[in-house]
């Protein structure tokens, strides 16, 4: 038995799912106190059953998007070793910080020193500013940690009272801002992550639940509980990835659609290519800031059923939430009363919604018929607009090899894929003026816990090997080295990264033993010779390994009823 | 909307080289992925990066005559280095970008208008395909091509050397002394487009201070009185003080210098063969430079201020011939009918050695004068490799401002040499290149 719980803003769901079936589901309000929320869903869950078979538990949370929120510039200090290249000046680092000698080049090379006087000056600067955690963030230290990793040990040394982080240990992307910018976030929300993990395990515990238990991260994969506590930027906007993952375990594994996920206060727009989500390959924006998280890639609205119809000289708008819906006997007029109003929507009807369209209408002189079906022209173009933006997303994709540009382009999909509310009505609107065909999977209303449920853990590797410098080095944090063996072949290669992706893999609990080869599959394979005065000097290869993302198990169409 | 961006198309073409070993290999741009990657520039506000798309055989044909045809000269390679600098040519007409950087192997510089094989590392000139592209969809007139390779732009020059609407410059270094031997001052163009066609041949040793001032006293006063509507920069970056192919003594901060003061509208990636020393920094200088941000702390780990600086000999050589040309530029210049002479027709026979393909081609040019046209443009060219194996073609071109006199003769001239060709076989293959029409034939 699986048990995925998702910690949504509003609420908390959660599935029990057996044998393909949903079993028993449960949605509670979320309280403030996230591990409340969780340990009554548990509870819930496993009323008068007891934690016989539970075989895998996994939670997908807001809690790092509600730590985040509003934090623009976290209280965190940055090290920046930038070597030679743009005038770090001109670019977006979250926090304030020091640019300091010492630098490495592409082939993880040192080409300057650091000085340590230097370091000495900037923590005592940012202490005296009453800032305790420092980033330390050395282009190209995937290629070389040792630079980061020498001040780091500097600092702990003499500096016992600073938390210090280097960014080769957030990630190994090729893309030093966002390696520093995630890790400046990652140490802003680590200790009040980590207690949260801590209370997690407790419940865990509590209910005697011995199987593994994951973290759901922003890709859909997942992470064992006690290595996500080094990596709490990972589980930011989990919540999409559950939601599409479980609209993906209740249709077809290999569908392809646009998926339209119509929230309270937002709206997110994905794509499913043959059953796996597109990615943000390098990253995604953390409050403006970019970071090194591999997510879904979504485009968002701040639009959604809660949404409050107003209108602003004269003109109709679509605003933010005010408040409880008419429908639901509150005072704001909101978008879900539009569709109730217009017969679109299940929802029953509130005398409170003509009364408040007349209201409208008495100020701007439309008649209320006039006011609803204009709100719903304007939700829907701005939600053509945005799929209209992920196609282009997806079809200018940036290609940097033959094959990929050979291979040509899909045609766009023409199926949609409805979650949330108010999504079954604006999706049915969508598809009748594009012709679509429209799908509102089973359960959409706990898409999300199931997709955590089921999502299959994943993990993806860029290794870059050079074996002129004797090195390799990974996306992955921290994990970069030195060569033992000398690699000549591409096949030596591939068996050196294959082996390292094993051990990750074991670490990360996430294939089966004895089933590697079976669930590992390698992306791309590349050997370039180094050349230098017309002799071979060594080789790099670059090669890319994968745990296909997807489902665990499907569910299967005649589910029981849900409790 | 974006109109502060600087577009830019990176493909390092990871999946092509012309062999293991050769200088333009997979490996050239893998430093300069590493460098503007890890710098962050696809997620800087000021860059818009762009998927690379192939080319049609028809932006080809539009350009050269390729021998047997399109498909045996170009790889898929080819045709997406062509196609990026297509892709980006369109998003500038379109306002979507202020400027664009194709960063696209393989090079096209050393592609003439006929082409047998691989010259120079280059097959087809990316380039010339752009600008009768642009010409073609968007009806421009007059563009130049700025040439910053150190190797003189012998293919370029080729194609319009007698084209009055596109202005040739090339700085490079001395033809004496390196690949492909060509590019004196002497070669101005065509009679029909005098003084549209200017070389700078530098001597070996030239440092960014002579870099930089035939740039601002030669071809900054060319440029000015031409007043193209786009300027094209052929971004060859083996002036590289630490080049292996040749022997200048250029920076990347000067590079960079020059991109600010030329203000291209589209640089094209050339030559530049020191693919760690150079590249990444000079890329980025050039990037940066375009998108109006600072370059200066791009610096070369090898820099020091001598390794750009150039002997006192060096820059009394390049004063008589910054001199020579401000001479040679405030002349008068003698109209069209004279410099056509009595026979009213120009005549030039040319040798050409394809290096990568061991390939000599003996090529016999014809320009009709037209007091209202550029005039009809013939070549026969016959190519012989080692083994003795090539063929023989002839072509015509009709200019894309040809007048209607000259299009209908045109087409008399192809179907007389096609006549002609069936019963004497004079030639293996014929080739008509209409591009007022846009309509490319071949028999
Ligand atoms: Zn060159
Ligand atoms: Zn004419």
Redesign the interface.
Known sequence: MYIGIDVGGTYTDGVLIDDSKVIRSVKIETEDNLSISIQQVLAKLLLNRGNKNISRVVLSTTLITNMLAGVKKPPVGMLLL?G????P????FCSDYILLKG?V???GRV??EIDFGEVDSAVRHFLDKGITSLVVAC??SQ?NPSLENRIEHYIKERYPQVDVAPSNRTSGL?????RANGTAFTLFVKNDYNQFVQRFEETITEYDIGCPVYILKADGATLPLEIARQYPLESIFSGPAASTFGALATTQQDITGIMLDIGGTTTDIGLILNGIPLMAE?GIYVNGY?VPVRALALSSLALGGDSAITHKNGQLVIAQRKGKGCYLGGNSITFTDILVYLEKSKLSSHPKIELALQEISKNIGKTAENIAEEILNQFIARIDEKIEEMFLRW?????????Q??SGQETRPQTIICLGGPAQSIGSILAQKRSWEVIVPQHAEIANAIGAALAKTTLKMDVLIDTEQGRYSTNLPGLSGTLSARLLSLDEAKTFALEIFKGKCAEWKLVTAGKELEDIEIVYE?G????R??Q?KGK?F?IGLQIKPGLVNLLNEGTDAIE | MQLNKTGLI???????SIS??H?E???RL??T???I????????SYIR??????AAKEDIRRVHFCVPDVEDQTT??HL?SAGSALKLGDALMKNEIANGFVMARPPGHHAMRVVHGNRGFCNTNNEAILVEYLRRKYGLKRIAIVDTDVHHGDGTQDIFYHDPDVLCISLHQDGRTIFPGTGFVHETGGPGAYLKNINIPLPPGTGDEGFLRVWREIIKPVLNKFDPQLIINSAGQDNHFTD?LASMRVSAQAYGKLTEELQPDIAVLEGGYAI?TAL??VN?AIL?ALAK?????????QFTPAAVKQDEGITLYIDDLIRYWQDALSEDVPSKEDLFGEGKVYQRKKSIYYDTDGIRENQQETVQYCPNCPGLYQVSSTARDQVGQGNSIWGLSIPLFACDKCLEKGYKMWEQAIKEGKEQKTFAYYYLQDKKNDNYLKE
Not at chain 2, 10 to 16: E, I, L, V
Not at chain 2, 293 to 301: F, G, L, M, N, T
């Open positions: 930038p030679p290249g743009i005038n000046q001109s670019q977006d630098a080049d592409y082939r080409i300057e282009k190209f290629r090729l893309n030093w801002i966002r390098r970019l079809e200018e994709e940036p290609a940097y090899r033959i094959f540009i050979i590349e370039f010779n180094i050349v005065n017309w071979t790099i670059q | 990176f493909f390092p073409a990871f999946d092509w293991p070993t200088p290999r997979e490996e893998l430093y992925r590493d460098q990657f890890e710098e962050g520039i696809p997620d800087s990066e762009y998927k690379p798309r192939l898929e390679a997406i292996p760690e990444p920094y980025l940066l941000q600072d370059y200066s702390k791009v610096i070369e780990p």
